[in-house]
């Protein structure tokens, strides 16, 4: 088993899920589109792309977005896993013909709520549950998908389809990541995620924990 990481932007690497991998002595390496700008072949199993600044439809000027969509399908029909977060999930969406689009933003913690009857990792998840987010963009639902969770200003957060699972929010959030995003971050931004970051971190990492057990087909660690 080994995991590639597609990472668009330097400030935005794996963060708590290299600490899951590694204490499942999961190989991983990261694919750095940000530095190279071209899909490399792989022989890894399992794939994760990460978010980035940019829109999945910016293929003119970002054209590994195009080959990260064809790679998605490729992975998908060779049944692999795939895992994308923020952008990575828009890639998915659009990579199964679904539109990407400009959303209301969402800054900081939010709560979602699962659907009701989701199947597989989100079966395991809490009825609500905080995350962290930092998008302008959503997109809708490709056929044969199957939406997952919610949220209350932009529904479509979560879903799955075939082997790819796509999160429009961050759950690889660590406590470094949040103090490098929030400098860029209006003050009144900044000083929320502030207080709302020792309240909801600690469950952000438990459910980034699930999500990364089950996306590597390892067991749990500890209680979840």
């Known amino acids: 088993m080994k995991v590639a990481v597609f990472q668009h932007e330097p400030t935005e690497p794996a963060g708590y899920l290299e600490q899951v991998f590694a204490e499942h002595n999961i190989p991983f390496e990261y694919v750095r589109l940000c530095e190279t700008g071209a ?7 399992h794939l994760v792309f990460m978010g980035g600044p940019m829109s999945v439809n910016d293929e003119r000027e970002y054209p590994y ?10 992975s998908a029909k060779n049944r692999q896993r795939v895992l ?11 990579a199964f013909g679904a539109p990407v689009y400009r959303s209301v933003p969402e800054t900081g913690w939010h709560l979602l709520e699962t659907v009701p009857g989701s199947p ?5 998840f809490p009825a609500h549950f905080p995350v962290f987010q930092l998008h302008g963009e959503t997109f809708a639902i490709p056929y044969g998908g199957r939406l997952l969770c919610t949220g209350g200003r932009v529904k479509n957060q979560g879903f799955a389809i ?15 990541i949040i103090r490098d995003w929030s400098r860029g971050l209006k003050k009144y931004d ?35």
């Open 190 to 224: 900044r000083e929320k995620i502030a207080r709302d970051t020792p309240r909801y971190l600690a469950e952000s990492n438990r459910l980034c924990r699930i999500v990364a057990e089950d996306f590597a087909g390892v067991s749990r660690s500890r209680p979840a």
């Open 39 to 45: 899909v490399p072949r792989t022989d890894a199993t």
């Open 84 to 94: 994308g977060i923020c952008l990575g999930a828009q890639l998915i969406a659009s």
């Open 162 to 176: 075939g082997s790819c699972l796509g999160l429009q929010f961050h759950l690889e959030m660590t406590g470094k």
């Open 120 to 124: 597989g990792v989100f079966a395991r």
């Open 65 to 74: 977005l195009k080959e990260e969509k064809e790679l998605i399908r490729r």
